[in-house]
């Protein structure tokens, strides 16, 4: 409702609006007459919230006449946590919190009715550092020249339908302050993980992102192996230097606590005075214990 409103109010000028869905995120607090329909359950039901809830927003733009003037992106931050907790992340490997791409990889939807080509899809690397310098392009806001920007304007790959190339061919996968995988193109090299025999595939928890790391040398090629299952590590030699460079390069640029190397150009986090955070406690919906009120 507060999204809506948001949209209402300020229609007639230029606006952000950034909507973090708590769906699918744990605990699954699914309505009633969601979960009756559900074929999936308590996730599915809210699979089918975030769907509804897109549905309105979408409506909102159209009703205020402002569809086709306004970019929208759809996206997530990491992969299903799977579990038997009704997620899938189809045949890649890995869950969330991992540095395999069942734990990276999200689906990114952009729309805005002509100018992003209709039914386009890419496979190029973009990361969501990379909105950012992209949205403030789009928009001719200027960006900070006195720090490093992490992110790429990828807005030229957004507006053709031609197949240039992305000014992003690398990233460098970290669980944590641990330098974990890299990857260049098709070609991905695991270095580290960390050592759990009873799940190799690992989760976020503060003793799994500080347990010892185990060295782990894994070569995949995303283009015929997307699901990281045949290591050809041994078979190229040449392209296992290229990425080692890479990953030494990005060690001493931003550090890597596996092989404890700082980094030259690691900043402090950015701090604000008595934020506004994007969450607010409420006590009259407390949505955290939703799953123990179920007696489940």
Same mark, same amino acid.
């Given at each position: 409702?507060?999204? /809506?409103?948001?949209?209402?109010?300020?229609?007639?000028?230029?606006?952000?609006?950034?909507?973090?869905?708590?769906?699918?995120?744990?605990?699954?607090?699914?309505?009633?007459?969601? /979960?009756?329909?559900?074929?999936?359950?308590?996730?599915?039901? #809210?699979? !089918? &919230?975030?769907?509804?809830?897109?549905?309105?927003?979408?409506?909102?733009?159209?009703?205020?006449?402002?569809?086709?003037? =306004?970019? /929208?992106? @759809?996206?997530?931050?990491?992969?299903?946590?799977?579990?038997?907790?009704?997620?899938?992340?189809?045949?890649?490997?890995?869950?969330?919190? =991992? =540095? $395999?791409?069942?734990?990276?990889?999200?689906? #990114?939807?952009?729309? $805005?009715? +002509?100018?992003?080509?209709? +039914?386009?899809?890419?496979?190029?690397?973009?990361?969501?550092?990379?909105?950012?310098?992209?949205? !403030?392009?789009?928009?001719?806001?200027?960006?900070?020249?006195?720090?490093?920007?992490?992110?790429?304007?990828?807005?030229?790959?957004?507006?053709?339908?031609?197949?240039?190339?992305?000014?992003?061919?690398? @990233?460098?996968?970290?669980?944590?302050?641990?330098?974990? !995988?890299?990857?260049?193109?098709?070609?991905?090299?695991?270095? =580290?993980?960390?050592?759990?025999?009873?799940?190799?595939?690992? /989760? %976020?928890?503060?003793?799994?992102?500080?347990?010892?790391?185990?060295?782990?040398? &894994?070569?995949?090629?995303?283009?015929?192996?997307?699901?990281?299952?045949?290591?050809?590590?041994?078979?190229?030699?040449?392209?296992?230097?290229?990425?080692? *460079?890479? *990953?030494?390069? #990005?060690?001493?640029?931003?550090?890597?606590?596996?092989?404890?190397?700082?980094?030259?150009?690691?900043?402090?986090?950015?701090? %604000?005075?008595?934020?506004?955070?994007?969450?607010?406690?409420?006590?009259?919906?407390?949505?955290?214990? *939703?799953?123990?009120?179920?007696?489940?």
């Amino acid at each position: 409702e507060e999204a /809506v409103h948001f949209i209402r109010d300020n229609k007639d000028k230029p606006f952000f609006l950034y909507f973090a869905h708590m769906y699918v995120h744990l605990p699954l607090y699914a309505p009633e007459n969601l /979960v009756k329909t559900s074929n999936n359950g308590d996730y599915g039901a #809210c699979v !089918a &919230g975030v769907d509804w809830v897109s549905k309105v927003l979408m409506h909102e733009l159209k009703k205020q006449g402002i569809d086709e003037d =306004t970019l /929208v992106i @759809f996206t997530s931050d990491n992969g299903s946590r799977m579990q038997n907790q009704g997620g899938s992340n189809g045949n890649l490997r890995g869950i969330k919190g =991992t =540095t $395999w791409e069942g734990g990276q990889r999200v689906p #990114c939807i952009m729309r $805005w009715p +002509g100018k992003i080509p209709a +039914g386009k899809v890419r496979s190029d690397i973009i990361s969501s550092i990379d909105f950012f310098p992209t949205i !403030a392009a789009i928009t001719g806001a200027e960006v900070p020249h006195n720090t490093i920007i992490d992110g790429i304007d990828m807005s030229p790959l957004m507006f053709t339908d031609d197949d240039i190339p992305s000014s992003r061919d690398q @990233f460098f996968y970290y669980m944590g302050n641990r330098l974990e !995988a890299v990857r260049k193109g098709k070609w991905k090299l695991h270095i =580290t993980r960390e050592l759990r025999p009873d799940q190799r595939t690992g /989760v %976020v928890t503060e003793k799994a992102i500080n347990e010892a790391a185990g060295t782990i040398p &894994g070569l995949f090629d995303l283009d015929a192996d997307i699901g990281e299952m045949n290591n050809v590590y041994h078979d190229h030699p040449e392209i296992v230097a290229e990425l080692s *460079a890479l *990953a030494a390069a #990005c060690r001493e640029d931003i550090g890597d606590e596996a092989e404890g190397v700082t980094g030259k150009n690691v900043r402090p986090s950015g701090h %604000v005075d008595n934020p506004d955070t994007l969450t607010h406690y409420n006590p009259d919906h407390p949505y955290i214990y *939703a799953e123990y009120d179920k007696g489940e």
